[in-house]
């Protein structure tokens, strides 16, 4: 009984504490205090500071949020937030709330974003905070008095016993001389501070979150007293930490690189930081890197091990060096001095020493800053290295010297060793130059060497080489890139060997360019640039170089096939022109087309860069920016773009595309912006000639073309039997006046796709897959011409032709043949389907002869032109090579009402009248049933009275017009009735 009271007792009690802290809210006046501490903060940071809305916590806490808080910035620098946040929740002590006054116990910061600013006088908008300033935003009372705080301190008084920051983001402005704004982002800040105060020293963490992963740089210590007047006089004593840190994930953190670096390798650190921002900072600490390495392109540099021992002080955009060390493998360098103007052009002040230099370490070192040899290469070595350096980082003074023995070099896939003879580097100025050195591989490689460098913004290194005799191109090539010498990108030599007298120029930086002087002569090899997919066979060729030009007096080399012959000049190795005059013994056009990059990938594309300083993650609401668009392409992604041909020729015996075939071939070339212009042109073609012009368009993804072409006496047989399907079906000497435009790859296809036009004459042919002739004499039995069982012979042809969608149309086709003249209209198509009406016109004299009176008749009605000639309409359809013709019963009706529109309406209808009284007795003279003009020919209609079946043939087509004649003459009052269907 008594546990039961006491239980009774203590829920009382819970249920009176929770009834008290609900209650408390409403004896909080919540916008009373939101105004307190918005004016005890702008009394502090004398900045004006604005609130959406506040909220009184309870159960999470007594305390109060403010949703949507602005502090805003010194008007100086912005008329805009200096740190915006999501919101911020202030927890104040509960006792000091009681007796009317507020005591900070906590402040909970959530998506904090901070913008600092620095102007062209390198001032930055933090160092105003709690300084008093006439007409600043921050000015909340009198000058020189400032307002009283809730706590009875003095406003430069404060203390925050924790405060957390979670979420945070920085943005980082910076305005140059020019008024030019450098701008960097950081996401993910997350902060923690402990006893934040005026009077005593605090704590705190602060870290830098690199998605994805928990890679994070922290920087922990102590921090305070705060100083308020001002912020950038408070003291840190802190340590920098993080470990095994991707070199990739730090990089992104700085600005957009000028060229594409894949980073590679790992960081750990703890470097001690001591000082202020208003006073500067001492650093100490050691730095290890492993795996260290850098992916230009294609090319792979070393990866290397070493640790940097440092001891500095940092002030005011000034670095002095009091021991910087690094370590490598086998050598140690040493560095003291001092670096002034860092935010501008650095001026500077070292000494460099290295009693221990190790050449393994130097080269593979310098190959992962962007300068040596690739990945693979082994090296060995030992010297020494003594170097002062003054005066600015653009154009540094140099004194010194670099001594190096018993060097050699091994290359992946050389058999022997690349030794060298004692090197010494004389720094001078702002030049480095070494002794004349033998270099060679072996016995078969002999090469005289000396190089001179330019140090500074940019460097570029000077080299001479000579030959005794021809070495092996391998051999040079492996000796050149050894020191970072490399060919333009996509270019490769292979096989073969080289006799040189040459001196090159390599400039490094953003835009690296190779220069050259002098000559070669290369015989034996494979040259490949980034335009071809496969290389040229280079039997012999002499190389001549000026500069960024090179140029080939006589040329022998293969390639796709060909033999090739000529001159070359090509001018400005990283945009080139052309300018050639070529000869070949034959050329496959389809192969040289797929041996050609045409495509923009034809090099790797460099990936995009993210905008400075920001980390790519979409998690939070301060990361939701637009992505970084991706720079313009560079030229070299587009060997094809890059390449310009100008006051070009080209001879060649044979050029074969598919099954078309070309003899004697000669034009003229230029080109520019992917488009390929061929001038006068002219070849041999199915004993023939043509003469005119053509443009390959290869922008878009399939090329396209447009021809001006004059054929002239072509074998039309041969050329339709090469080049389509006609095949056997077409003779004579073929002329033509086109102009086409196509697109796509290989014959068919751009034969599907040609639209144009223009004139063609086909003279003395034959069409062998129908005889005209006998169609007409059959269908019109109008004479007994016969011209042979062969074919359609013919004197010539005229047409107008359009092309489009695979089909050839014409209005205006005219034959001349033995004893007619035809005229066409239709079309046919690749296919081989025919569609066409065709008007074979015969002397009038042929039927005045015929005895028969009835088609007499019928040719002085709608079988008669006006010139008296008669007319035999046809259709022919389907096949071109096995062709379907019959009489063309529309032509005729349309003839028929024509000539009864004109008159002598009576007299035809008497005349028919009489014919077909007696047509029991001449129906022995109509065509068998199974004659082909029957089966062309539309039946009539049958009579209302009894009779036989209307015939079949001319006789029935004309009975059953008469007879719908006959009836509109009855009926003249109704409406005409429907012609029956033929």
């Known amino acids: ?143 020189g008095a400032p307002p009283a705080s809730s706590t009875g301190k003095s406003s430069q008084s404060f203390a925050v016993s924790q405060l957390n920051l979670s979420d945070g983001a920085v943005v980082i402005s910076k305005r140059s001389s020019s008024n030019a704004v450098e701008e960097s982002r950081y996401d993910h800040i997350n902060l923690k501070l402990r006893n934040f105060s005026t009077d005593k020293v605090g704590s705190f963490d602060l870290s830098l979150q690199l998605p994805p992963g928990a890679h994070a740089l922290q920087l922990k210590g102590q921090l305070g007293p705060v100083q308020l007047s001002p912020f950038s006089k408070t003291p840190v004593d802190g340590e920098i930490q993080f470990s095994e840190l991707p070199i990739a994930r730090l990089t992104s953190l700085a600005s957009p690189p000028t060229e594409a670096i894949e980073w590679q390798g790992f960081l750990t650190t703890a470097t001690g930081l001591k000082g202020s921002l208003d006073q500067g900072f001492s650093l100490e600490g050691k730095t290890a890197y492993s795996k260290l390495g850098a992916k230009r392109g294609g090319v792979q540099s070393p990866q290397v091990d070493g640790e940097v021992h440092l001891k500095a002080d940092y002030k005011a955009g000034a670095l002095q060096l009091r021991q910087g060390e690094l370590h490598m493998p086998a050598s140690t360098l040493t560095m003291t001095g001092s670096v002034t103007g860092l935010d501008a052009d650095p001026a500077l002040d070292l000494r460099i020493n290295s009693p221990r230099l190790a050449f393994d370490d130097l080269i593979k070192l310098a190959a992962v800053l962007g300068q040596g040899a690739p990945d693979g290469v082994q090296a060995s070595g030992n010297g020494q290295l003594n170097l002062q350096v003054s005066g600015s980082s653009k154009k540094p003074q140099v004194a010194g010297e670099a001594k190096l023995a018993d060097v050699w070099i091994r290359y992946p896939g050389l058999a022997d060793k690349i030794t060298l003879s004692p090197v010494v580097l004389a720094f001078k100025d702002n030049t480095v130059a070494s002794n004349e050195i033998q270099i060679s591989t072996g016995e078969r490689t002999r090469l005289q060497a000396q190089w001179k460098a330019a140090l500074g913004d940019p460097v570029s290194v000077d080299a001479q080489i000579r030959s005794t005799k021809p ?125 050609i990059n045409t495509a923009e990938s034809a090099a790797p594309a460099k990936p995009a860069t993210a905008p400075a300083a920001k980390i790519p ?193 014409t209005n205006a086709m005219h034959f001349r043949a033995s004893g007619m003249a035809l005229k066409v209209r239709g079309s046919l198509g690749l296919d081989r389907s025919a569609d066409y009406q065709i008007s074979a016109e015969l002397p009038a004299s042929l039927s005045k002869k015929n005895p028969n009176q009835f088609l007499n008749l019928a040719n002085a009605t709608f079988f008669q032109n006006e010139s008296g000639n008669a007319v035999i309409p046809l259709r022919m359809t389907g096949d071109i090579a096995r062709p379907r013709l019959s009489l063309d019963t529309q032509m005729v009706k349309d003839n028929l009402k024509n000539s009864l529109r004109q008159g002598g309406v009576t007299k035809a209808l008497d005349t028919f009248q009489g014919l077909l009284k007696g047509k029991d007795q001449k129906a022995a003279a109509q065509p068998a049933a199974n004659d082909p003009a029957n089966s062309a020919q539309p039946a009539g209609e049958k009579p209302a009275e009894p009779k036989p079946a209307a015939k079949p043939g001319l006789g029935g087509l004309f009975q059953g017009i008469m007879d719908q004649v006959k009836e509109k003459k009855k009926e003249p009052k109704q409406e005409p009735k429907q012609e029956p269907k033929q």
């Open 617 to 809: 993650d979409g998690s939070s609401p301060a990361a939701k920016t637009s992505p970084a668009k991706p720079k313009p392409g560079s030229a070299n992604q587009d060997p094809l773009g890059r390449l310009t041909v100008r006051d070009s020729s080209v001879a060649v015996d044979t050029v074969s595309y598919d099954s078309l075939r070309l003899t004697k071939v000669s034009s003229k070339i230029q080109m520019k912006n992917r488009v390929l212009q061929l001038q006068d042109l002219k070849f041999n073609m199915n004993q023939g000639t043509h003469v005119g012009t053509a443009s390959f368009d290869l922008n878009g993804a399939q090329p396209r073309y447009t021809f001006n072409s004059k054929l002239r006496d072509v074998d039309a047989n041969e050329f339709l039997t090469q080049n389509s399907s006609l095949k056997n079906l077409f003779y004579g000497k073929l002329s033509s006046d086109i102009d086409l435009q196509g697109s796509g790859s290989g014959f068919d296809e751009i034969s599907k796709q040609l639209k144009g036009g223009g004139k063609v004459t086909i003279a003395k042919g034959k069409i062998t897959s129908f005889n005209l002739s006998e169609q007409v004499a059959l269908l019109g039995k109008l004479t007994g011409l016969n011209v042979g069982q062969g074919g359609t012979e013919f004197e010539d042809m005229v047409s107008e032709m359009t092309i489009a969608d695979g089909r050839v149309t």
């Open 1 to 143: 009984m008594r546990a039961k009271k006491l239980v009774i007792v203590a829920g009382v009690v819970v249920f009176v504490v929770i009834a008290a802290l609900a209650v408390i809210p409403f004896f909080i006046d919540a916008q009373s205090l939101k105004t307190k501490l918005v004016t005890e903060a702008e009394s502090i940071l004398r900045r004006r500071m604005s609130v959406q809305t506040v909220e009184v916590t309870v159960f999470t806490g007594l305390g109060i949020r403010l949703n949507r808080a602005v502090i805003f910035d010194d008007l100086r620098f912005a008329n805009a937030p200096f740190v915006s946040l999501n919101s911020v929740t202030v927890r104040p002590r509960l006792l000091p709330l009681l007796h009317g006054s507020v005591e900070v116990a906590s402040i909970e910061l959530e998506q904090p974003e901070i913008r600092l600013i620095q102007n062209q006088d390198r001032t930055w908008n933090f160092e105003s905070i709690g300084v008093p300033s006439a007409g600043s935003a921050g000015k909340t009372g009198s000058a």
């Open 471 to 595: 070495v092996p191109v391998s051999d040079l090539l492996a000796i050149a890139s050894s020191f970072g010498i490399t060919l333009p990108e996509g270019m490769k030599v292979q096989d073969g060997s080289i006799d040189l007298q040459l001196t090159a120029r390599q400039t490094l930086g953003e835009k690296p360019v190779l220069s050259l002087q002098g000559q070669a002569a290369l015989s034996g090899s494979k040259v490949q640039t980034a335009l071809l997919k496969a290389p040229m066979e280079v039997h012999q060729v002499q190389l001549q170089f000026t500069g960024q030009s090179a140029s080939i007096p006589s040329l022998s080399a293969s390639f796709a096939g060909s033999k090739l012959g000529g001159k070359l000049q090509i001018n400005n190795f990283e945009v080139p022109t052309l300018q050639f005059a070529l000869n070949a013994d034959r050329l496959d056009l389809s192969k040289l087309e797929q041996m």
